[in-house]
């Protein structure tokens, strides 16, 4: 029974996070190797924030069932925002058990799946709110100390967002991420 207790500033789902392996643990870099998976992405345009907040609300709808299958999926933690050309790339990871065939179609015509094969990630955690400016000082910090230790990158750096915890922005939880060879 106390199980079920929620308080009333609690209201959000448990994610579960996406697993993986770290490799090299060096200051505040981790480089680490994530499974192959299959994740469901969105074109957004806007800042950092507006897009992620767009992007995250319909990719959210999606998983609370808004599909041909009307099935509901936790999410798997992080989400992920891309930056492109033109805007912003959102992207949320299913469950490990799917794969293109049995993921539930999206309503939204807009919203594509991917299946990403094993790959190893450098990361650095930052903590409270992110802006763009900030994105930027620490994906060049990150760049930096992956060409200092002979690291060669295979992705342009991207922002892993966690769950926000009590909303205060003192706990908001991000990673900088670059894929690496």
């Known amino acids: 029974m106390f199980n079920s207790f929620r308080l009333p500033f609690s209201g959000f789902k448990k994610r579960r996070p996406q697993k993986y392996k770290v490799l090299l643990q060096q200051g505040p870099v981790e480089i680490r190797m994530y499974p192959k998976t299959l994740k469901a992405k969105l074109s957004v345009t806007g800042n950092l924030e507006e897009a992620f907040t767009t992007g995250f609300k319909t990719l959210k709808e999606y998983l609370n069932g ?15 925002q891309i930056p492109r050309a033109d805007g912003w790339e959102l992207d949320i990871f299913l469950p490990a058990n799917m794969d293109p065939s049995s993921a539930p179609k999206p309503i939204n015509r807009f919203i594509k799946f991917e299946a990403i094969p094993q790959r190893k990630v450098a990361v650095m955690s930052h903590y409270g709110t992110l802006s763009q ?3 930027e000082k620490i994906s060049g910090e990150l760049q930096e100390w992956l060409h200092a230790h002979n690291f060669m990158t295979g992705s342009v750096a991207r922002v892993a967002r966690f769950t926000k915890l009590l909303n205060l922005p003192i706990f908001f939880k991000q990673e900088i991420q670059i894929d690496v060879n």
């Open 66 to 80: 808004n599909n041909f299958k009307v099935k509901k999926m936790p999410i798997t933690g992080p989400v992920l």
């Open 133 to 135: 400016k900030q994105f």
